[in-house]
């Protein structure tokens, strides 16, 4: 029972865009705030975005403000992020996850995530 879905990675070149999907399951839906994280080998996980639903706000790496936007939706109970002017330093693997807390300046990343979808930025 795979209670984080992630889809979209793949490899595009610098500018272009990508949009990860995340569906996760009902549970997790209704316990937490939904949101991704990246990791790159030897480097620190860190967290891209998380969404507020009850809230309807948003945080936001500096690294990604102004190109990345997430988005949820409660029809099909999903979570996008919208990649747009990508860059190579975006190359990682990317993880839908579950959060504690999603505020607009911190986040707390809970115990659950799924099993990642690579983004690879190359020319």
């Known amino acids: 029972q795979v209670q984080l879905v992630e889809s979209g990675g793949g490899s595009v070149q610098p500018g272009e865009s990508l949009r990860l999907s995340c569906a996760p399951s009902?549970?997790?839906?209704?316990?937490?705030?939904i949101g991704w994280f990246r990791q790159v080998p030897g480097h620190e996980r860190e967290t891209v975005s998380c969404?507020?639903?009850?809230?309807?706000?948003?945080y936001y790496a500096d690294s990604v403000k102004g190109r990345f936007t997430i988005s949820g939706d409660n029809v099909k109970k999903t979570v996008d992020l919208q990649m747009d002017t990508l860059k190579p330093e975006d190359t990682a693997v990317y993880y839908c996850?579950?959060?504690?807390?999603?505020?607009?300046?911190?986040?707390?990343?809970?115990?659950?995530w799924g099993q990642g979808t690579q983004v690879t930025v190359s020319s």
């Open positions: 996850a579950t959060f504690f807390w999603c505020g607009v300046q911190n986040t707390q990343l809970a115990d659950y």
């Open positions: 009902e549970s997790m839906w209704n316990q937490y705030d």
């Open positions: 969404i507020n639903r009850s809230q309807g706000t948003s």
